[in-house]
């Protein structure tokens, strides 16, 4: 029984790739004047939650001045396609 379990274990292990890409959604703006952009980031696997990725998101686009607002949704390659054209520029920028 041990080595049927083993066995199936390893089967499963070895199917294929066990995590999906991650990606978000998030709203954020700049000061002075006032800009505000809508986006779409690929995020690590350690950071696909929304709690996880408000912080990765929030230093990427802090980098250029960026103020994260709110981090609309956290989703894999399905969704991916859909948002392309609202992010425009800000598609996969950071």
Known sequence: MKRFLSSLLLAILLSGPAF???????????DNPLRLHYGVIELPEAACSTDAARSEIDSRIGRDGWQLLTVVSVFDENGLNQRREAAGDFFLRY
Do not use: L
């Open 20 to 30: 999906a890409d991650c990606y978000a959604d998030y709203k954020a703006k700049r």
